[in-house]
């Protein structure tokens, strides 16, 4: 399977998680249309443009990765706050607690995939 670039389902939320401005998020997989086969729901670019955040939230029942491809970030590992850049990965397990912020002058830009545990 090979799916277009202009296939991709694009999401616009505002305040995601209780974060701060619009995050973009580009679907690469769609858990619709069963392509995780139930093993998880999410797996997305995400873009945070300059001040955007993704709020505080805990992961019940499954766990996070992000792949940091652009830009630099805040990101709060369970109440740690550690700058992320491009090339890093961070992970967030079951029944832990992340948010990551902009604070650079360019956008974010990351993957993230979340699975069940």
Known sequence: MIKRADELKKVLAENFRGGKG??????????????????????????????????LHKHEGDFEIYFILKGE??????????????????YTGDGESHSIENIGDTDLEFIALILYS
């Open 73 to 90: 970030g805040a990101y709060n590992d369970n109440g740690n706050m550690i700058t992320v850049k491009a090339g890093d990965v961070t």
């Open 22 to 55: 619009q995050v973009e998020m580009l679907h690469l997989l769609d858990p619709e249309k069963n392509e995780f086969n139930g093993k998880g729901r999410l797996f997305a670019k995400n873009t945070l443009k300059p001040g955007t955040s993704i709020g």
